[in-house]
């Protein structure tokens, strides 16, 4: 398929797949003459990066991912499993943060109340 077809499939723009090869975190299709044709593995590798993006990873961190993967020649599944318990560890500290703020608004919204209604 061309990547107008992976671009539907997938809803990552063209400039975003072209940005995703152009980081390395897919592999350059083949091409057919000027043409470059994405296949499943690409279209799999795509959401992925998508759904990765949508939970807060920028693409950056991604790219750890890709340069193990080429230097191993597999997925390097405990480094993803690291990245994402991180990413996990993030968010609970962001959680807690928004928690106390959450907390020093019911505070002061409770003083206001109190000070005004006097």
């Known amino acids: 398929m061309f990547i107008g077809e992976a671009s539907q ?3 990552a723009t063209r400039k975003s797949i072209r940005l995703y090869e152009e980081m390395g975190l897919i592999e350059k299709p083949e091409r057919n003459g000027n043409y470059c044709v994405y296949e499943e593995h690409h279209i ?3 959401n ?3 759904r990765a993006q949508a939970v807060g ?3 950056a961190e991604l790219v750890a991912l890709t340069d193990e993967k ?8 405990e480094l993803a499993l690291k990245l994402i318990s991180q990413k996990r560890e993030e968010l609970a500290s962001t959680i807690s943060q928004i928690q106390k703020t959450d907390a ?5 919204s409770e003083e206001v ?3 005004y209604s006097d």
Request: charged content about 20%; glycine content about 4%; cysteine-free.
């Open 44 to 46: 799999h590798v795509i």
């Open 48 to 50: 992925m990066i998508k």
């Open 104 to 108: 020093e608004l019911v505070t002061l």
């Open 70 to 77: 080429s230097e191993t020649n597999r997925f390097p599944v």
């Open 113 to 115: 109340a109190q000070f």
């Open 57 to 59: 990873f920028k693409l």
């Open 9 to 11: 499939i997938t809803g």
